[in-house]
């Protein structure tokens, strides 16, 4: 009998480039109730500045895309520190997470949001 074997996508993977000496990432927190994966694309919550899954129908903040999540992070109890990519860099398109039933026209609003960051999402490999 055959083992199979499930190759998951490596975290990080969806940064092609960014600025030097780490000017791209930023520490974080990533409110309470979130189970993300890295390449998650993040809004900020205005009133406590923290980030969470972007939101486009929401309207605290989270519905403006505002970052990218750098490592797998579970904050399902509380609220978790860790790193994302908010500025100055190229990504894979392709592998970046979206949130669940968004739209083209919100997936495009997204988008520009993230190219005045100065995150540029690229056409990666097919996958």
Known sequence: MA??????????AFLISEASNTRSR??????????????????????????????????????AAAAILCWNTDATAADKRTVC????????????????G?????????TSQLLTLQIKLRQGEPQ
């Open 3 to 12: 083992t199979t074997l499930t190759e998951f996508t490596p975290q990080w």
């Open 26 to 63: 930023e520490q974080i927190f990533l409110a309470a109730g979130n189970n993300l994966k890295s390449g998650t694309v993040l809004g900020k919550i205005t009133a406590s500045g923290k980030y969470t899954a972007l939101a486009p129908a929401s309207t605290d903040g989270s519905q």
């Open 85 to 100: 990519i908010s500025n100055e860099a190229e990504v894979d398109d392709q592998l970046l997470v979206w949130p669940s």
């Open 102 to 110: 968004i739209t083209t026209p919100q997936k495009a609003t997204a």
